[in-house]
């Protein structure tokens, strides 16, 4: 059974640092693209950053680009976003998910965590 867990989200002020982590379990993800989501009340589902496992290739959404790092630590089944430079607009649900291709849409992705909630203070 796969499950990812998020964690580390929370409260923290414009121009400070966060950093999520998404843990995997269940199965090998060597083959899979991992990807950080975003959820604010009332918009979709935006597209933040991906990786592909083995590779370590990545890829970025606009609104995160240059600010947001996304990585990953094989050895312990990890995922990371690190959020550089917070924004008070950054204030969302953040979700790590896992799919075979580096999609940019939530239909690409076939798991999910749970979320974990990130407000961000002027």
């Known amino acids: 059974q796969v499950q990812l867990v998020e964690s580390g989200g929370g409260l923290v002020q414009a121009g400070d640092s966060l950093r999520l982590r998404c843990a995997a379990s269940?199965?090998?993800?060597?083959?899979?693209?991992m990807a950080w989501f975003r959820q604010a009340p009332g918009k979709e589902r935006e597209f933040l950053a991906a990786?592909?496992?083995?590779?370590?290739?990545?890829n970025y959404g606009d609104s995160v680009k240059g600010r947001f790092t996304i990585s990953r630590d094989n050895a312990k089944n990890t995922v990371f976003l690190q959020m550089n430079s917070p924004k008070p607009e950054d204030t969302a649900v953040y979700y790590c998910?896992?799919?075979?291709?580096?999609?940019?849409?939530?239909?690409?992705?076939?798991?999910w965590g749970q979320g974990t909630q990130v407000t961000v203070s002027s």
């Open positions: 998910a896992a799919g075979g291709d580096m999609a940019i849409t939530p239909w690409g992705y076939d798991y």
């Open positions: 269940g199965r090998t993800f060597d083959g899979y693209v």
């Open positions: 990786i592909r496992w083995s590779s370590g290739y990545t």
